[in-house]
């Protein structure tokens, strides 16, 4: 299984495609988009996107943890991680589509 990292550049392109905005303009579009999610998430507040999923901040307490290398035990400070539950469909999509790869018969070389 291969994995591809989606760019701000290929949401821009796709925004480009589907809706035909300028390239600058889908630029432009993509970038508010994610620096409004961005700033709702430093506010503390959650972000719904229906049929997609949800961005929230979680906050984590402080723990030991162990340095894998040389052993050590060492402390973890607490912090605020952002974290992100999909929806119901696009889980349902994801699977669908796993189940529809693992049925698709292999090509047998001659």
């Known amino acids: 299984m ?4 989606i760019t ?6 796709a925004v480009y495609s589907e809706i035909g905005l300028s390239r600058s303009e889908s630029a432009v579009l993509v970038e ?3 620096e409004e999610i961005c700033q709702a998430l430093v506010k503390g507040d959650k972000v719904k ?17 162990r340095n894998p290398r040389s ?18 469909l696009i889980k349902k999509n994801i699977n669908d589509g796993l189940s529809k790869a693992a ?4 090509a047998v070389a001659s």
């Open 8 to 13: 701000r550049v290929e949401l821009a392109d």
């Open 32 to 34: 508010a988009v994610l």
């Open 103 to 106: 049925t698709k018969p292999l």
């Open 2 to 5: 291969t994995t591809k990292t």
């Open 49 to 65: 996107i229906s049929s997609f999923g949800t961005f929230s901040v979680r906050s984590k307490k402080e723990r030991i943890g």
């Open 71 to 88: 052993g050590v035990e060492v402390p973890i400070t607490p912090r605020r991680v952002a974290s992100f539950k999909a929806s119901n």
